[in-house]
């Protein structure tokens, strides 16, 4: 049974920084696609970014890209979320989810390809 445990949200200024973490357990397959996503209320599950546990390629959605860094430690079964220069526009709900297999980056970027979730971790981030 694949279980997926998101920590590290909180409360933050504007410019601060968090690192969120998700450890898996129960599948961590090199070709499996790890991803981070967020929902803030009213909105729709929006791309944050994306991994394999092989550590081959990383993408990241454009309102986050340069600002964000996910990382992978396989050993640890965990991956990271760093969220650099945060903004009040990044106050949502994140989530990790699992996509069993291998996959272009077009399915890593889409929440519907994902099998499995975790129940999310809240991120605040006041002006």
């Known amino acids: 049974q694949v279980q997926l445990v998101e920590s590290g949200g909180g409360l933050v200024r504007a410019g601060g920084s968090l690192r969120l973490s998700c450890a898996a357990s129960?599948?961590?397959?090199?070709?499996?696609?790890m991803g981070w996503f967020r929902q803030a209320p009213g909105k729709e599950r929006e791309f944050v970014a994306a991994i394999r546990w092989s550590g081959a390629g990383e993408w990241y959605g454009d309102s986050v890209s340069g600002r964000f860094a996910i990382s992978r430690d396989t050993a640890k079964k965990t991956v990271f979320l760093q969220m650099n220069s945060l903004k009040p526009e990044d106050t949502a709900t994140y989530y990790c989810?699992?996509?069993?297999?291998?996959?272009?980056?077009?399915?890593?970027?889409?929440?519907?390809?994902?099998?499995?979730w975790g129940q999310g971790t809240q991120v605040t981030v006041s002006s």
């Open positions: 989810a699992l996509r069993p297999g291998r996959a272009i980056s077009a399915i890593l970027r889409d929440p519907h390809q994902y099998q499995y």
């Open positions: 129960g599948r961590s397959a090199r070709d499996d696609g």
